[in-house]
């Protein structure tokens, strides 16, 4: 699950809790369930697996992170809102072993089986899951990653605000304490991403992406944090609420 979604203008930051993108279709499961319908038929059909949201460029910057810093090859890792599965095919042809992706279309789930059994990878797990409504069983991660998902997330036309401060209480429970939570977003400023995570998490590192200039002013159009969730009783959801 993924999404672009573009700002309506000025408005008050999230940090103040007001919506800051207007609500899209982009934000509802029912736009991923077509999507992934098509693009599971697409792939049955002529074999394209679809779009590698952010480039394939982001795919390399995350790997290329994990493997500057070491990350034990059999670290476990959970990719939130897979889609296609491809990151994680890429991330077990890279030598890790301990994958998992979940997202809640059924079709993603089947796409990114059959990708994967087209690669011949077996030790990749898919499953159907709700990053909002997770199972007991889903936690004790060490890294998770996130290209998009928080973005489509806010983008629901119900109660984003709410949907967001949820975003952050799934992961305080499915990320380990001093484990480390890869985002990319093309929604998000890296000030605003600060404000959303920064109950029980704290920034490592701003991972390079492109950059536009217009206006005679620099920017980038992508986002892509490294975060640390702090030790044990650091993540307080009960302030969340």
């Not at 319908?37 to 779009?51: H, N, W, Y």
């Amino acid at each position: 699950m993924a999404a672009v979604g573009e700002r309506p203008g000025p408005e008050p930051g999230p940090g103040r809790g007001e919506a800051p993108f207007s609500p899209s279709v982009l934000g509802t499961r029912e736009h991923w369930d077509a999507a992934y319908e098509r693009e599971l038929q697409t792939f049955q059909d002529i074999g394209d697996a679809g779009e590698i949201w952010f480039g394939e460029e982001s795919m390399v910057r995350l790997i290329r992170w994990m493997e500057k810093h070491k990350i034990p090859l059999d670290s476990s890792v959970l990719d939130i809102g897979t889609g296609n599965g491809v990151l994680l095919v890429e991330l077990a042809k890279s030598g890790y072993t301990n994958l998992t992706g979940i997202d809640y279309s059924p079709s993603a789930i089947q796409l990114s089986e059959q990708v994967k059994e087209k690669e011949g990878i077996s030790n990749i797990k898919f499953q159907v899951e709700d990053f909002l409504a997770l199972s007991a069983e889903l936690s004790g991660f060490q890294i998770c990653i996130d290209k998009g998902t928080f973005d489509a997330i806010s983008l629901n036309p119900e109660n984003a605000v709410g949907k967001r401060k949820q975003y952050v209480r799934s992961l305080c429970s499915v990320l380990k304490p001093e484990g480390f939570f890869l985002i990319t977003s093309c929604n998000w400023t890296k000030e605003e991403l600060l404000n959303e995570f920064g109950e029980g998490f704290e920034i490592l590192e701003e991972l390079p992406t492109p950059k536009f200039c217009f206006g005679g002013r620099i920017g980038n159009s992508v986002t892509a944090l490294v975060f640390q969730r702090k030790k044990v009783g650091s993540c307080i959801l009960d302030k969340l609420d």
